[in-house]
């Protein structure tokens, strides 16, 4: 059975940190490409980050350049999102998303809600 679990999310001030994990099982993780998605109240659901199989690859959405990093460690099927500078606008539920191919798996999403 394909989980993909996330957690770390939470309520947070603009400038500050969040960390958020995805924990995977169920499939090859080392030969899926991973991502993180996030969709905002009334918005459409975007691509935030993802990251290659073995890691060498990975790409961001311009808005998050260099706040946001994207990694990956395989021998704990986990990709991590490390979030700094955080801003009100990125404040939405985050999604794990595993794909490979025509293999394609979601999490269930955690809250990042950024506000004083």
């Known amino acids: 059975q394909v989980q993909l679990v996330e957690s770390g999310g939470g309520l947070v001030q603009p400038g500050g940190s969040l960390r958020l994990s995805c924990a995977a099982s169920?499939?090859?993780?080392?030969?899926?490409?991973m991502s993180w998605y996030r969709q905002a109240p009334g918005k459409e659901r975007e691509l935030v980050a993802n990251?290659?199989?073995?890691?060498?690859?990975?790409n961001y959405v311009d808005s998050v350049k260099g706040r946001f990093t994207i990694s990956r460690d395989n021998a704990k099927n986990t990709i991590y999102l490390q979030m700094n500078s955080l801003e009100p606008e990125d404040t939405a539920v985050f999604y794990c998303?595993?794909?490979?191919?025509?293999?394609?798996?979601w999490g269930q999403g955690t809250q990042v809600t950024v506000s004083s």
């Open positions: 990251i290659s199989s073995y890691g060498l690859s990975r």
């Open positions: 169920g499939f090859t993780f080392s030969s899926y490409t």
């Open positions: 998303n595993a794909r490979q191919y025509d293999y394609e798996y």
